[in-house]
T-cell receptor, first 115, second 113 residues
């Protein structure tokens, strides 16, 4: 089954404690991205990756890092989480930007609470 | 900068009561308009892609249409299981990011039995 898998689904942590949210896709997609979703603000892109070892900032990258060492994995790293990073996070993948209008597939989400 | 505005923010319908959701967009060169369904606490689920004005697509009780400035998601004789938040997104030639998607804030649809 084609899917994007995120872990963990739920996470409560304390301010300043480094954490990683994993994302893996089994569709051999080139493009992967991270979004956060907040009430009243909708989905906003954090970082994206066009292929292995190629990453770039989205609209709200502050406080986040990513890496793309393998095509299937795209972890999101919070080096020093703060309460304003409490949010619902989604990983997404799509076939390729060069192809016309390919849809993005989303993971099930990670609900992060930073206290 | 791409902009997507969805209306209404929330809509409550009786089962069987047809209606339409609106997605207005401003982009530089549309490369695709996408409709997603999102259930509470879950990831968006792809519904449709529309590429050019005049295009229509249907799936069960849902029909999506596209003009040069907006898209409509028509819901015919909805059932309670159609309750969800419906998201509209655009991809443009000027959009950023790997997939260049700009999302609207969504319409929260409730279908009452």
């Amino acid at each position: 089954e084609a899917q994007v898998t995120q872990n963990p689904r739920y996470l409560i942590t304390v301010t300043g404690k480094k954490l990683t949210v994993t994302c893996s896709q089994n569709m051999n997609h080139e493009y992967m991205s991270w979004y956060r979703q907040d009430p009243g603000l909708g989905l906003r892109q954090i970082y994206y990756s066009m292929n292995v070892e190629v990453t770039d900032k989205g609209d709200v990258p502050e406080g986040y890092k990513v890496s793309r060492k393998e095509k299937r994995n795209f972890p999101l790293i919070l080096e020093s989480p703060s309460p304003n990073q409490t949010s619902l996070y989604f990983c997404a993948s799509s076939l390729g930007q060069g192809l016309m209008n390919t849809e993005a597939f989303f993971g099930q989400g990670t609900r992060l609470t930073v206290v | 900068e791409d902009q997507v505005t969805q209306s209404p923010e929330a809509l409550r319908l009786q089962e069987g009561e047809s209606s339409s959701l609106n997605c207005s967009y401003t982009v530089s060169g549309l490369r695709g308009l996408f409709w997603y369904r999102q259930d509470p606490g879950k990831g968006p689920e792809f519904l449709f892609t529309l590429y050019s004005a005049g295009e229509e697509k249907e799936k069960e009780r849902l029909k999506a249409t596209l003009t040069k400035k907006e898209s409509f998601l028509h819901i015919t004789a909805p059932k309670p299981e159609d309750s969800a938040t419906y998201l509209c997104a655009v991809r443009s030639h000027s959009g950023g990011g790997a997939d260049g998607l700009t999302f609207g804030k969504g319409t929260h649809l409730i279908i009452q039995p």
